[in-house]
């Protein structure tokens, strides 16, 4: 089936430091979602990226859809102990795939030492 | 309060003994989906539902059911478990028109054991 490649797997930190989060797909997605997950907790949605080249802020988080549509990233400036969790992408393609049908990243563990 | 509901929250369980994972959404989204979360693995896919009596397999269908005979409810049948169904399970539920997006919300989370 269709992957999404999530890199990296693990990333540490010091507070203050930025931090990067990509996923990659060798096909043309439709759109692509961004989640937090605490640690013990649930996925929380952060935002959907639909169009060609789009960037969204929400503060420090920066989110970028690529031009051809076959990646994206996540970051964060200047890290805060309450960014540690786990944060994934999730995908969906286009050219015909069911809406329902979500991918998601093996995700990127953050840690972030104070 | 807008929420996803899963129940139980946590089981242990033996294998081949049938169980039921609930799942209620209380904000009238027409999509709902099953996930399994494994260490290194992410998120899979298991089943998700565009509507009332319309559901479709995910990533890792094997070994589950699912119905959504109504809007708010789509539990998550293990006819048969076995050990490998080990694993931290999310029903989520999404509209999927309107202006709230797409926005996926999900549940606390279901901790099954199949021992």
């Known amino acids: ?114 | 309060e807008a929420q996803v509901t899963q129940n139980p929250r946590y089981l242990i369980t033996v294998t081949g003994k049938k169980l039921t994972v609930t799942c209620s959404q209380n904000m009238n989204h027409e999509y709902m989906s099953w996930y399994r979360q494994d260490p290194g693995l992410g998120l899979r896919q298991i089943y998700y539902s565009m509507n009332v009596e319309v559901t479709d397999k995910g990533d890792v269908p094997e070994g589950y059911k699912v119905s959504r005979k109504e809007k708010r409810n789509f539990p998550l049948i293990l006819e048969s478990p076995s050990p490998n169904q080990t694993s931290l399970y999310f029903c989520a539920s999404s509209p999927i028109s309107g202006n709230s997006g797409n926005t996926i919300y999900f549940g606390e989370g279901s901790w099954l054991t199949v021992v």
């Not at chain 1, 964060?76 to 786990?86: F, L, P, S």
């Not at chain 1, 992408?89 to 995700?107: H, I, V």
Request: hydrophobic share 30%; net charge positive.
């Open chain 1, 1 to 114: 089936g269709q992957q999404v490649m999530q890199i990296p797997q693990y990333q540490h930190v010091q507070e203050g430091e930025d931090f990067t989060t990509y996923c990659n797909s060798s096909t043309t997605l439709s759109n692509i979602q961004w989640y937090k997950q605490r640690p013990g907790g649930h996925p929380v949605f952060l935002i959907q990226l639909v169009k060609s080249g789009e960037v969204k802020k929400q503060k420090r988080l920066t989110f970028q859809f690529g031009e051809a549509k076959k990646n994206s990233s996540l970051h964060i400036t200047a890290t805060q102990t309450t960014d540690v969790g786990t944060y994934f992408c999730a995908a969906r393609w286009a050219g015909g795939t069911s809406y329902g049908k979500l991918t998601f990243g093996q995700g990127t563990i953050l840690t972030v030492h104070p």
